[in-house]
């Protein structure tokens, strides 16, 4: 099983320590655990950020990286975390401890979390800046707000503490954004168990299924390859695919219709993200055959276009050209192409986006603009590639035949030195294959 290594994580503070410069301080907590009802929490997902730093998967940790006065003088990685406890482990699980956090993890220290608030007041001391994601967690802000109060407060005998506090993210999600050949692997394994799913969806869907059905058929395969969805799946038959984010899953799959499905699975917190769109009885109609085209050829041509220097903007600018051609040689657009989309016309039925970045979060950290610019792809850089067409089922402004039919069809790209690899390739979006597919012999 591919697993990232103490190595991979140390590197990672590595870079951060070099970037933050001398006398700074880094404080990086983790996600909250959240209750679902009344005691019963859901099941816990570290933030990305501290796991892409740490490795650490429990709750109620925080991690301290300082520097000192000199280069000579490295830096130092603490782990706040909870206390190895027998009772608690007996009824909640294993925690690392303190002695755990030193050996498995190569914190250079650790403490009891209890230890944070009074621990964290010395390690302030003699610092310059302080980095820290500002904004995410307001009771813990409120923590480090006080932190500064009272370590202020001490430092009229004579220790400086930090003057500037800084966006931990700028730096850290430039250096989650630039992915490495060991997350790109990690991605593809995502990919491959996502790809798997949607396969088994378009082989075990009928008619008169319903949409939670056909998503368990996606859950099951997840599951039992030890993921979880790296989001909401959505499973939308007929005109519930015209509804973006659809996740009720709640109606009956009609024959005559298509099914979108958005769904995929995080593998060791790193996200895949597909969509299909396939029949519900195995064969697309004229008109289905017709649209879905028009978006395959626009998705086609977008993936191409997520070249090295090119801009972050250019598969969509691709993709809208394509899909405005399409409407209007399908006579459900009137009017001129470069005017509809210089005004932006083609949002009647193209709302969204076309892509963005993904990683260890399915909308992934990292800037889409510099200096105000639509920022290049650079090698190791993953983005979504999704255009999709959407004729609402009451919109009177297109034939009746149009009307109801949502397609969006999704794939996870890396801009790689020989161009676009497409990491989601494991599962066919052609309507000949497709068909193909559905007509051979169905999962029991
Ligand atoms: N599944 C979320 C998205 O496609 O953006
Ligand atoms: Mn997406
Ligand atoms: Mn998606």
């Not at 892409?52 to 429990?58: I, M, R, V």
């Not at 006065?69 to 603490?78: P, R």
């Not at 979108?260 to 008109?287: H, M």
């Amino acid at each position: 099983m591919k697993k990232l290594t103490q190595e991979d994580f140390q590197e990672r503070r590595d870079h951060l320590a070099a970037e933050m410069g001398l006398r700074s301080i880094a404080i990086i907590s983790t996600r909250a655990e959240m209750l679902r009802n009344r005691d019963a929490d859901y099941k816990y997902r570290s933030d990305s950020s501290f796991f892409y730093l740490t490795g650490f998967a429990e709750p109620e940790a925080v991690a301290v990286i300082e520097t000192f006065d000199s280069e000579e003088d490295g830096y130092s990685y603490s782990l706040f975390c909870r206390e190895r406890d027998r009772e608690m482990e007996i009824w909640n699980g294993y925690r690392a401890g303190v002695d755990g956090a030193v050996d498995d993890y190569e914190a250079d220290e650790a403490y009891a979390i209890d230890l944070l608030d009074e621990e964290i007041l010395t390690k302030l001391q003699n610092k310059d800046k302080l980095f820290y994601r500002i904004g995410q967690n307001a009771e813990f802000d409120a923590r480090v707000t006080k932190w500064l109060a009272t370590a202020g407060g001490e430092s009229r005998r004579g220790h400086a503490i930090p003057g500037q506090v800084i966006q931990l993210d700028r730096i850290v999600d430039e250096m989650r954004l630039q992915k490495s050949a060991d997350e790109i692997e990690l991605m593809q394994i995502a990919s491959n168990i996502s790809a798997q799913a949607h396969t088994r969806a378009m082989q075990t869907v009928k008619p008169g299924m319903m949409e939670y059905a056909l998503e368990a058929e996606l859950n099951y395969v997840f599951g039992k390859n030890g993921c979880v969805p790296s989001y909401n799946s959505i499973v939308g038959g007929g005109e519930n695919g015209c509804i973006l984010h659809y996740v009720e899953n709640d109606k009956e799959l009609k024959d005559g219709d298509l099914v979108l499905i958005d769904a995929a699975c995080e593998y060791q917190l790193y996200a895949s993200d597909i969509t299909r769109t396939f029949p519900v009885n195995g064969k697309f109609s004229p008109e289905q055959k017709a649209l879905y085209n028009v978006v395959l050829d626009a998705q086609i041509a977008a993936i191409d276009a997520v070249r090295i220097s090119n801009s972050y903007k250019e598969p969509h600018n691709v993709a809208v050209r394509i899909l405005v051609q399409g409407l209007l040689d399908l006579g459900i657009m009137q009017g001129d192409l470069e005017e509809i989309i210089q005004k932006e016309a083609y949002r009647q039925f193209y709302m969204h986006g076309t892509g963005h970045w993904l990683g260890m979060d399915v909308h992934d950290v990292g800037s889409y603009k510099l200096d105000g610019e639509w920022r290049a792809y650079e090698a190791g850089m993953v983005v979504t590639v999704e255009p999709g067409l959407y004729i609402a089922p009451d919109d009177e402004t297109v034939d009746a035949k149009w009307r109801g039919i949502g397609i969006r069809i999704e794939d996870d790209v890396v801009a790689m030195p020989n161009g676009p690899h497409v990491l989601t390739a494991a599962v066919v979006k052609s309507v000949e294959d497709i068909e193909a597919l559905m007509a051979k012999a169905k999962v029991a």
